[in-house]
């Protein structure tokens, strides 16, 4: 065999072997996406509506003052301080569901008043937290007791939470996979296959919402403005497919 047979010969097998190397590949590719195929992934979810069982609700008083009448200030919100304190009382608040913060001192950045005295914010936080809703809930649309007594009162609106939100993801947790399995279903009984063993599972985010409401987030919801609310759970879930 001469040398220009040898090359030939040469070429020949080196094509030979990359012809079935290349054939492995498609058929390792064309396995791999009959595979894929056979996976069917679909959310589920469950819902149910709840109340809330803590409610937080905070507030501030404040006084604004010149340095020269810190003394002053300082005795006018130990009076506040009085006054609110003798009003949650007289409304059936305890000292365990009550905080008062003591009194914190900001000065004032009036860069239009060159050469004015220096003025003070003194500030006291107060902060409420009960399991009586409804107590609270009236209690915030009725501070006109404290404000006529001439306490500077600002007071935010109460937060309702509920507290039973691990037990309730894991009792909502069999009727969002019931969910996941009757979609996966649905959608393959249109392609004319069947459901099979569940290959993959894993919970999403929980949200918590207002009553009726479609607003969800990526990262989880928890509204705190209403007392009624509805939790709602997914779940992601793989199904093989026969």
């Known amino acids: 065999m001469n040398n220009l047979e040898k090359n030939i010969t040469k070429?020949?097998?080196i094509l030979g072997l990359c012809f079935i190397?290349?054939?492995?590949?498609v058929s390792y590719t064309m396995f791999q996406i009959k595979t894929i195929d056979n996976t069917l992934s679909v959310t589920g979810s469950a819902k149910q509506t709840v109340m809330s069982d803590k409610v937080k609700w905070s507030a501030s008083f404040t006084r604004n003052v010149y340095a020269s009448q810190l003394k002053e200030g300082y005795s006018q919100m130990k009076n506040d301080e009085t006054i609110v304190a003798k009003f949650f009382k007289d409304n059936g608040i305890t000292d365990e569901e009550l905080v008062i913060s003591p009194v914190s001192m900001q000065k004032q950045y009036v860069y239009e008043k060159t050469g004015a005295p220096d003025e003070y914010d003194l500030v006291q936080n107060?902060?409420?937290s009960?399991?009586?809703i409804l107590k609270i809930k009236n209690l915030s649309k009725n501070i006109e007791t404290i404000i006529n007594q001439g306490v500077i009162y600002s007071a935010y609106s109460p937060e309702y939470y509920y507290t039973k939100l691990p037990e309730m993801r894991v009792s909502l947790l069999p009727e969002a996979m019931k969910d996941a399995q009757e979609r996966a279903k649905s959608i393959a009984e249109s392609t004319g296959k069947k459901v099979g063993s569940l290959k993959s599972a894993s919970m999403g985010v929980v949200q918590v919402m207002q009553p009726?409401?479609?607003?969800i987030s990526d990262y989880g919801n928890y509204d705190l403005s209403t007392v009624e609310k509805e939790v709602m759970i997914t779940v992601k879930a793989s199904f093989i497919l026969k």
């Open 21 to 25: 190397i290349g054939l492995s590949i």
């Open 212 to 215: 009726n409401s479609i607003e």
């Open 11 to 13: 070429n020949v097998l």
């Open 130 to 132: 009960s399991n009586d």
């Open 126 to 128: 107060v902060s409420i």
